[in-house]
């Protein structure tokens, strides 16, 4: 058992510094960059079975409801792609247009638990999106991204919404080195709370396949 606590530790250990290396100014040249980037995240793919966020199964709903989900879904991704740029004014016109679609979700329409969990899960992605919205500093809007982040995942799992395969991914720097997670069309690793700072640090921790 402590062997085993050890090696976790290593790992874990390994893959904190190898994000750190990446961070700092006036480290190695380039290609060793590239190289610990490569090395800590590899664009490896988790288990199929792997699940971090956990959600009921509500894929029988109407198709009005899905549809809808979708375009909050495709919205998101727009606003991640641009915090990846770093470009803070394409993000609060892209929270806006999150804010817009989650109010056209016709929850009125489920009942008992789905109503409850759709009204509860986009509750959190207006308010994630409407903070974004309203900031045009990037720091505040990134601050935002990990509630919109598994919000928008949870609804888009829940409810079968997606329009493609969607990859959850995690940066463990985020959040002051509390680690954070994004959604991604993408299983390759682009850092949406860095930018061309850290483009490359993180990890596919779940898939959700269409």
Known sequence: M???TVVA??????VFTS????KQENSAETGNMEHHEGMAHGDNMPAESKV????PDYTAVAAPVKEQLTVVVDNYLKLKDNLVASDAKKAQEDAKAIVAAANKVEVTGLEGEQKTFAEERLSEVKQAASAMAEAADLDLQRAQL???SEATFALSKAFGAASQTLYYQHC????NDQGAYWLSSNEEIRNPYFGDQML???SNEEVFKK
């Open 172 to 175: 463990p720097m985020a959040n």
């Open 146 to 148: 990990e509630l919109l």
């Open 9 to 14: 530790a290593a790992l874990a250990a390994f």
């Open 19 to 22: 994000c750190s290396d990446t």
């Open 2 to 4: 402590m062997k085993k």
């Open 200 to 202: 490359k640090c993180g």
């Open 52 to 55: 971090v966020v956990e959600t």
